[in-house]
C-alpha cells in the first residue's frame, strides 16, 4: 500500500476532524472525546467535553497552534501523529518531570493514532520519517516521547512503544514508573 503524509494545516482541518470522528475507540469509548487535545488541556474534569474538545481544537488548528500530520491512503486519513514544541503542551510541562524544562528546541511526540484497518503497514514509521525530516530542517536538537513503561493494549499505547523509539535511533534519558522518556538527536 502507498501512503502519503502531509503536515496539518487549516486546510485539512475538515480531514483531521472527520479523521477522529471515524475511528472506533472499542477498547475505551471515552477517547472519542479527545480529538487529540489532551495534552494541551489543563482544564476542570467537568470541562471535557467532546463538542468543546472538538471547538478548541478547530480553532487550534486555524491559529496554526495545533501541529502534527496526517497519514492519507487513497485521499483517506487513516493515521496522525501529534508532534509539536515540546512548551507548546501545557500538560506537558505540568505534570510531566521534564529533562531541560525550558529548552525551547525540543519536539515532543505524543500520540500515534492509525486506523485499525490499517495497523502494521508502516504508517507510525513515515510519520516518524516526517517528523524527523521537517523538525532536522527547523534546526530543532532533538525528538522526544513519552512512551509507557509496559506493554499494554493498541489502544494504550498511543505514545508509541519503546521498541519502536529505541529501534529508530532515541535513546532512553529516564526510566519512570509509568513512563519512560526517550529521546533522539537531530
Not at 505534570?95 to 492509525?114: A, G, N, Q
Not at 513519552?146 to 529508530?168: A, H, V
Request: proline share 2%.
Amino acid at each position: 500500500m502507498s501512503f502519503e503524509i502531509k503536515k496539518l494545516t487549516s486546510d485539512l482541518k475538515e480531514d483531521y476532524l472527520s479523521f477522529f470522528e471515524s475511528v472506533e475507540f472499542s477498547e475505551h469509548p471515552h477517547w472519542a472525546d479527545c480529538y487529540c487535545y489532551s495534552f494541551h488541556f489543563t482544564g476542570r474534569t467537568e470541562e471535557w467535553q467532546r463538542d468543546r474538545n472538538r471547538s478548541c481544537v478547530s480553532d487550534m488548528i486555524d491559529k496554526g497552534s495545533m501541529k502534527g500530520y496526517l497519514a492519507y491512503h487513497k485521499g483517506r486519513v487513516v493515521g496522525w501523529c501529534n508532534a509539536n514544541n515540546r512548551l507548546n503542551y501545557q500538560l506537558l510541562t505540568q505534570t510531566y518531570e521534564l529533562k531541560d524544562p525550558d529548552h525551547t528546541k525540543i519536539c515532543s511526540i505524543v500520540c500515534f493514532l492509525v486506523h485499525q484497518d490499517f495497523r502494521r503497514q508502516g504508517i507510525m514509521q513515515l510519520l516518524l520519517e516526517k517528523i524527523v525530516n521537517d523538525y532536522s530542517s527547523l534546526q530543532y536538537d532533538y525528538l522526544e516521547a513519552y512512551p509507557r513503561s509496559e506493554e499494554t493494549s493498541t489502544e494504550k499505547l498511543y505514545r508509541g512503544p519503546l521498541d519502536f523509539y529505541t529501534r529508530n535511533g532515541f535513546e532512553l534519558i529516564r526510566e519512570g514508573e509509568n513512563l519512560h522518556t526517550v529521546r533522539r538527536k537531530l
